[in-house]
T-cell receptor
Framework: QKEVEQNSGPLSVPEGAIASLNCTYS??????FFWYRQYSGKSPELIMS????GDKEDGRFTAQLNKASQYVSLLIRDSQPSDSATYLC?????????????FGKGTKLSVIP | NAGVTQTPKFQVLKTGQSMTLQCAQD?????MYWYRQDPGMGLRLIYY???????DKGEVPNGYNVSRLNKREFSLRLESAAPSQTSVYFC???????????FGDGTRLSIL
């Protein structure tokens, strides 16, 4: 059984601070990793993809991947109230189940003005 | 850019009724998926279609059937709706393999 673990939160940060969201996964063969943002009552929206160890930056978002530790994180710099949402980590299953993603249950982020 | 389109957006059914949720994508993706999302349970895969002509069960397939009508369309059918199937249903599509999935806006289904 593939597992993706996230802290459920809620994670509260003040406006302008850095929000740090963490995710661990069990499938050592996974080659790509995704972060989705889901606003309340809306569908998940892909915000970051990362495929190799290290950091990937896109605007205020940075994804960090450490395959040896089976750990992926998402940093949100200069957090804004509009960043308040649930963030889902998703990892493709390696091998025969490679058409499927395993999703974490999400971390709820609240940015306080 | 339409992406993934789901219909209907909302539906209320009585126990025992049947209905079909429709999903279409215009991204030329090979793979399509149906999920349900319930509070505290996260996204759970119902069925998926890795490519046109194939369908496979996911984590929670009981009470559902699917049809991959063509490359664009993937429908989910509830033959005899039960209150336990009250949920938000999301369709998604992907180019396959290690590629991300893209979601439709969802169908909010209530079964009384």
């Amino acid at each position: 059984q593939k597992e993706v673990e996230q802290n459920s939160g809620p994670l509260s940060v003040p406006e302008g601070a850095i929000a740090s969201l963490n995710c661990t996964y069990s499938d050592r063969g996974s080659q790509s990793f995704f972060w989705y943002r889901q606003y309340s009552g809306k569908s998940p929206e892909l915000i970051m993809s990362i495929y190799s160890n290290g950091d990937k930056e896109d605007g205020r978002f940075t994804a960090q991947l450490n395959k040896a530790s089976q750990y992926v994180s998402l940093l949100i710099r200069d957090s804004q109230p509009s960043d308040s949402a649930t963030y889902l980590c998703a990892v493709p299953n390696s091998g025969a189940g490679s058409y499927q993603l395993t999703f974490g249950k999400g971390t709820k982020l609240s940015v306080i003005p | 850019n339409a992406g993934v389109t789901q219909t209907p957006k909302f539906q209320v059914l009585k126990t025992g009724q049947s209905m079909t949720l429709q999903c279409a994508q215009d991204m030329n993706h090979n793979s399509m998926y149906w999920y349900r999302q319930d509070p505290g349970m996260g996204l759970r895969l119902i069925y998926y279609s890795a490519s046109e002509g194939t369908t496979d069960k996911g984590e929670v397939p009981n009470g559902y059937n699917v049809s991959r009508l063509n490359k664009r369309e993937f429908s989910l059918r509830l033959e005899s709706a039960a209150p336990s199937q009250t949920s938000v249903y999301f369709c998604a599509s992907s180019a396959g393999g290690n590629q991300p999935q893209h979601f439709g806006d969802g169908t909010r289904l209530s079964i009384l």
